[in-house]
């Protein structure tokens, strides 16, 4: 290949570090919502313009025709994760009873069955313990 073989390489790696994901969703008005990224910037809930250039380039490999459209808006949100990149399900001290499912980072609604399957066999199990 020659130096945009390499260049081509460099841009896939720097969107592969975005955690770049397309999603493409028609909203009311026949607009599209488009998306998204895995950006770690702390508490910053803004669209970042590296983040929104991604999301665009790997839309328009999908559908072409996006090349012709205009992005009206952007915005932003938190998706909390825990260090080691597991949720954390169950009991973290405090008041009696008192169990968390959080940290699930974007996989929420895919974990969510079996995040409430856990909480509800946790629960189950206190009650016994009673």
Not at 16 to 35: D, F, M, P, R, Y
Not at 53 to 64: G, Y
């Amino acid at each position: 290949r020659g130096q945009g073989g390499k260049e081509a390489r460099r841009q896939e790696d720097k969107d592969a570090q975005l955690g770049v994901g397309t999603v493409l969703e028609q909203h009311h008005a026949s607009n599209l919502l488009i998306g998204s990224t895995r950006e770690f910037v702390g508490y910053d809930k803004r669209a970042t313009n590296e983040g929104i250039r991604a999301v665009a380039r790997h839309a328009k490999n999908i559908l072409p025709i996006l090349s012709h459209v205009h992005i009206i808006r952007s915005f932003a949100g938190l998706r909390p994760y825990t260090s080691d990149g597991l949720p954390f399900i169950g009991y973290i001290g405090g008041p009696e009873g008192f169990l968390v499912a959080a940290g699930h980072e974007g996989d929420g609604i895919a974990l969510a069955p079996i995040t409430g399957k856990l909480m509800a066999d946790w629960v189950e199990n206190v009650k016994r313990e009673k």
